[in-house]
Nanobody, 123 residues
Framework: HVQLVESGGGSVQAGGSLRLSCASS????????LGWFRQAPGKEREGIAY????????YYADSVKGRFTISRDNSLSRLLLRMSSPKPEDTGMYFC?????????????????WGQGTQVTVS
């Protein structure tokens, strides 16, 4: 059964803002690494940000650094992604994912748990 559920996607104008949310079970939320990935039409899925379970350490792909912010809402067991100043090239399906392991990365093959995605369109 699906253990990660993304929401908050939609259409947004370039330069605006959007916040994505990912609800999960406590078991999944407690995994060491939580990440956001995206897949544009005709392209491979790419990792854009991750955060450790402690919430103290984050990492961003160069394509979103300085514009997107990943965070955790521990009270609700939700992973969040704040998208500021989005660009048309940010358009795609956005997925949240979780993995075990001591070190986080943006390698999609290392993630064990996935949501079904939420569509973001920037125009």
């Amino acid at each position: 059964h699906v253990q990660l559920v993304e929401s908050g996607g939609g259409s947004v104008q370039a330069g605006g803002s959007l916040r994505l949310s990912c609800a999960s079970s406590r078991y999944i939320y407690s995994r060491n690494c939580l990440g956001w990935f995206r897949q544009a039409p005709g392209k491979e899925r790419e990792g854009i940000a991750y955060i450790y379970s402690s919430g103290d350490s984050t990492y961003y792909a160069d394509s979103v650094k300085g514009r997107f912010t990943i965070s955790r809402d521990n009270s609700l067991s939700r992973l969040l992604l704040r998208m500021s100043s989005p660009k048309p090239e940010d358009t795609g399906m956005y997925f949240c994912a979780a993995r075990d392991g001591n070190s986080c990365s943006l390698e999609r093959n290392e993630y064990n748990y996935w949501g079904q995605g939420t569509q973001v369109t920037v125009s």
